[in-house]
C-alpha cells in the first residue's frame, strides 16, 4: 500500500521500504524527520544519511546525494544521503 511514513533521524542508517521517495526535511519536537512516499508492503533496506551544519566540511560529491534543508531557531540544517 502507498503512504507516507515518518522516519526520526535518530541513527546515521534507516531501514525504509525498497524504492522509498523522500518528500521532506524537518523538525518536529526537537527532532529531525524525514517523510517519504513508500510501499508499506515493499521489502526494506537500510539507507545512510548524515546532517550537516551550514559551513560545516561535505563529503565528496559522488559520495553523497542533497535530500532537503530545515531550520532550528537560529540553525540551518542540510540533510544529504550517503551512497
Known amino acids: 500500500m502507498r503512504t507516507i ?3 526520526p533521524l535518530t541513527a ?3 531501514p525504509m521500504p525498497v524504492g ?3 518528500c521532506t526535511f524537518q523538525w518536529q519536537n526537537g ?3 524525514l517523510w517519504a512516499i513508500v ?3 515493499a ?3 537500510v539507507r545512510k544519511f548524515a546532517i550537516f551544519g ?3 566540511a561535505l563529503p565528496k560529491e559522488d559520495a553523497c546525494c542533497y535530500v532537503g534543508t530545515t531550520q532550528d531557531g537560529p540553525y540551518v540544517w542540510h540533510l ?3 551512497l
Open 5 to 7: 511514513f515518518k522516519y
Open 12 to 14: 546515521v542508517e534507516v
Open 20 to 22: 522509498a521517495e523522500v
Open 31 to 33: 527532532v529531525p524527520c
Open 39 to 41: 510501499d508499506s508492503e
Open 43 to 45: 521489502t526494506k533496506e
Open 54 to 56: 551550514t559551513g560545516y
Open 80 to 82: 544529504f544521503e550517503l
